[in-house]
């Protein structure tokens, strides 16, 4: 969902945790010419697991300091959280940091029963 309340077009995506000799193995079975979505599925891992491969622990501290000067006690409770692996999109102007906001559930009433009138 995108901040102005609207649904991605891009259908459900989710993350997979692999390692990297997963990924690699992967990459290297790969044959060129054989599957075109399999063609398109591995440049995709392939630019991901070159980008990740880039130190990106400055955006990461950078963003924590950031949230800790907007909600320094959201920061300190846990609320607002960046993981030490969180993701980040960066290009030459600055980066957008992955970050977690804890939301508590609504806590429902209980239920009663009605007392049967006679």
Known sequence: MHSNG???????MGYYNLSDSQV???LDS????????????????????DKNSVDQSKY????LNKLTKIDA??????DLLIDDDALVSSNSTGA???CWL???????PKR???????
């Open 112 to 118: 009663t029963r009605k007392k049967a009138t006679s």
């Open 102 to 108: 804890w939301v508590d559930t609504d806590v429902k």
């Open 73 to 78: 006690k959201a920061v300190n409770n846990e």
């Open 24 to 26: 690699k193995s992967f």
């Open 30 to 49: 790969v044959k060129p010419g054989r599957d075109r979505g399999l063609e398109e599925l591995k440049d995709s891992l392939k630019y991901q697991f």
């Open 6 to 12: 609207q649904e991605s077009s891009r259908g459900n």
């Open 60 to 63: 990461r501290l950078a963003g």
């Open 96 to 98: 957008y940091v992955q």
